[in-house]
């Protein structure tokens, strides 16, 4: 991420990287399905990028002492790129959206669905069942809204498109 973060702004390989990378809806729709992993990378300044990576690396780390260290990262980049995709969907064809944090909020999703699914032999039916979904909605509320930049669409596609990647790993 720390290459990616600056390479755009040193023009590397001479290459446009916002316009190559950034998550544009109507590009994605058309079929430029690559720029749902490619703008996962580029982020808007360092904080944007400190921010992904201290919350993105506390989930990470979750995550691997769950499902192991390789099949963790892929999953969080897949649900990112998925999350990116609704997102694609859901908004206008104008939309454009750079950063790591529809993966962090996919990672969220993951961790959620998985502890959820661990709870149901205990919990059964009862309400408290749902809690570790709650708990994670009550942080995709609290991280994810705030800010004039925020894309909120892009969290909450990230979040469920990790809650039904986390579901299949869970039952898989």
Same mark, same amino acid.
């Given at each position: 991420l720390f290459f990616l973060y600056g390479a755009p702004r040193r023009q590397a390989f001479s290459l446009d990287w916002w316009? +190559?990378?950034?998550?544009? &809806?109507?590009?994605?729709?058309?079929?430029?399905?690559?720029?749902?992993?490619?703008? /996962? *990378?580029?982020?808007?300044?360092?904080?944007?990028?400190?921010?992904?990576?201290?919350f993105g690396s506390g989930l990470g780390l979750l995550l691997t002492q769950l499902l192991g260290t390789g099949l963790a990262w892929l999953a969080i980049l897949l649900a990112g790129a998925f999350?990116?995709?609704?997102? +694609?969907?859901?908004?206008? &064809?104008?939309?454009?959206a750079v950063g790591a944090s529809t993966a962090v909020f996919g990672a /969220? *999703?993951?961790?959620?669905?998985l502890a959820w699914k661990r709870q149901v032999a205990i919990w059964r039916l009862r309400l408290r069942r749902w809690l570790p979904f709650a708990a994670g909605l009550m942080?995709?509320?609290y991280l994810g809204v705030g800010g004039e930049r925020t894309d909120v669409v892009g969290h909450?596609?990230?979040?469920? &498109?990790?809650?039904?990647l986390g579901t299949a790993l869970a039952i898989g």
């Open positions: 316009s +190559a990378g950034t998550a544009q &809806a109507g590009r994605i729709v058309d079929g430029e399905w690559w720029r749902t992993l490619t703008a /996962l *990378g580029l982020h808007a300044d360092i904080g944007h990028l400190a921010s992904n990576l201290a999350g990116n995709a609704l997102c +694609a969907l859901l908004q206008p &064809a104008t939309h454009a /969220l *999703g993951i961790l959620a669905a942080l995709l509320a909450f596609a990230g979040f469920v &498109a990790g809650a039904v």
